[in-house]
């Protein structure tokens, strides 16, 4: 059965970096094939995708963020980090790491298992 | 705004079907990539509808179905139940992010 769980802060000032850790079970992030990818919606609003690390430690970003975010997997641990730096207001929102669907064999990514989330509020 | 656009809103009476569109572009949908589908409950995360169009994961009702049109996906919603009102949203990949892209999201309203 696979889970993951995020963990982090729920306040952060303006201008601070956040760290946020997904921790997962019943699968390995050194098995071909297996992703682990992060997500936000702000209060609301629609899903944003925020990035994905792979099993061979590729790695994406969301053009819009990807000078500020870095995103790292520990196989040993059974997590992957996710950092923003230099938050805002704006990227006030729910926080979710998810599972890639190890059986899609398509173009792209499809995310099979979701972690319950975590809220993040920024603000002064 | 998103990248895949859906209607904010739909709405049915129980017992009937909807459909909630997601329209792309040559970037993602256009380009041979799939469309997957999720529904988000009140208060909780994300939910694996559908993948690549038309497949349900393990324990996903029949009700649910997904078809393909050109630049643009359909989620089709049978036999409507109260337990069915939720936001759903289409997501795609696409090559000028070179990542996922989701779209708005449609909040479907059992009357």
């Known amino acids: 059965q696979i889970t993951l769980k995020e963990s982090g802060p729920t306040l952060v000032k303006p201008t601070q970096t956040l760290t946020l850790t997904c921790t997962f079970s019943?699968?390995?992030?050194?098995?071909?094939?297996?992703?682990v990818g992060w997500f936000r919606q702000p209060p609301g609003k629609a899903l944003e995708w925020l990035a994905l690390v792979y099993w061979d430690d590729d790695k994406r970003y969301s053009p819009s963020l990807k000078t500020r975010l870095t995103i790292t997997k520990d196989t040993s641990r059974n997590q992957v980090v996710l950092s923003m730096t230099n938050v805002d207001p704006v990227d006030t929102a729910r926080y979710y790491c998810?599972?890639?669907?190890?059986?899609?064999?398509?173009?792209?990514?499809?995310?099979?298992?979701w972690g319950q989330g975590t809220t993040v509020t920024v603000s002064s | 705004q998103s990248v895949l656009t859906q209607p904010p809103s739909v709405s049915g009476a129980p017992g009937q079907r909807v459909t909630i569109s997601c329209t792309g572009s040559?970037?993602?949908?256009?380009?041979?990539?799939?469309v997957h589908w999720y529904q988000q409950l009140p208060g909780t995360a994300p939910k694996l509808l559908l993948y690549a169009y038309t497949n349900r994961p393990s324990g996903v009702t029949d009700r649910f179905s997904g078809s393909k049109s050109g630049t643009s996906a359909s989620l089709a919603i049978t036999g409507l139940q109260a337990e069915d009102e939720a936001d759903y949203y289409c997501?795609?990949?696409?090559?000028?992010?070179?990542?996922?892209?989701f779209g708005g999201g449609t909040k479907l309203t059992v009357l």
């Open positions: 019943g699968f390995s992030l050194g098995t071909r094939g297996v992703g």
């Open positions: 997501q795609s990949y696409d090559r000028r992010v070179s990542g996922s892209v």
């Open positions: 040559s970037s993602n949908i256009g380009a041979g990539y799939d």
């Open positions: 998810a599972h890639r669907h190890a059986g899609y064999s398509g173009a792209g990514d499809a995310f099979d298992i």
